[in-house]
């Protein structure tokens, strides 16, 4: 039987595989390449993620560190980590009780996904990532902040917190040759907001 690890293994590579597929087009504009990387390895990468936000929950004793960052400013990117964990933690459970296996389909995976019921959360999920995709912009724009960043790796590996700092130094870099994020978030709402909707034949 296959344990849970690997289903939230095979539930992150599937997800990274359909991201990459419905997003292409963005992907294929030159400016956001950078940033789609970013969203679809280090957001649904497939890999396990868990380190990274078990270490997102201890981020506020460092944001001292970092010039013009507040806890307020990350509030949404850490509830964002937090919500989009649990409802993978959910869907792999659904899915280990039911042994439907690890090579599952899209169709396997969208009757398990209407199945855990959580459409008022996945409509959150879906709010958090587009706001924070804005905040993050914003944060992006500072200098300072990117310096701060990369100098401070050490001491966030010393500190525990070494996933999580690389995870928002690698979105600021991503961030930084763009003009705007309008058009990147817009979409990626509302696309993954019809399908969410299409899912649950809303």
């Known amino acids: 039987m296959n344990t849970l690890r690997q289903y939230r293994i095979a539930l992150q590579i599937f997800q990274s595989n359909r991201l990459r597929r419905d ?16 969203f679809f390895n280090e957001m649904y990468g497939p890999r396990d993620f868990s380190q990274r936000d078990q270490e997102g929950r201890r981020l506020q004793h460092f944001l001292g560190m970092l ?24 869907l792999a459970r659904l899915m280990q009780a039911a042994q439907v296996g690890t090579d599952f389909d899209e169709t396997t995976y969208e009757h398990f996904y209407r199945l855990a019921d ?12 587009r706001s924070s995709l804005y905040n993050v912009f914003r944060l992006s724009r500072s200098s300072m902040l990117g ?5 401070s790796h050490f001491i966030a590996r010393l500190a525990g917190i070494g996933h999580v ?6 979105g600021y870099e991503a961030l930084q ?11 990626i709402y509302q696309r993954e907001l019809d399908r969410l909707n299409r899912i649950y034949q809303r």
């Open 165 to 170: 700092h690389t995870f928002l130094r690698r």
């Open 177 to 187: 040759h763009l003009a705007a994020i309008d058009h990147f978030a817009e979409t």
């Open 118 to 129: 959580r459409y008022d959360e996945r409509l959150r999920q879906l709010t958090l990532i």
């Open 147 to 151: 310096m701060a960043l990369r100098r």
């Open 23 to 38: 997003y292409q087009d963005l992907s294929e504009i030159p400016e956001y390449e950078p940033l789609g990387e970013f």
């Open 67 to 90: 010039p013009g960052v507040h806890l307020r400013d990350l509030e949404e990117v850490l509830e964002l980590l937090d919500l989009t964990y649990q409802l993978d933690d959910d």
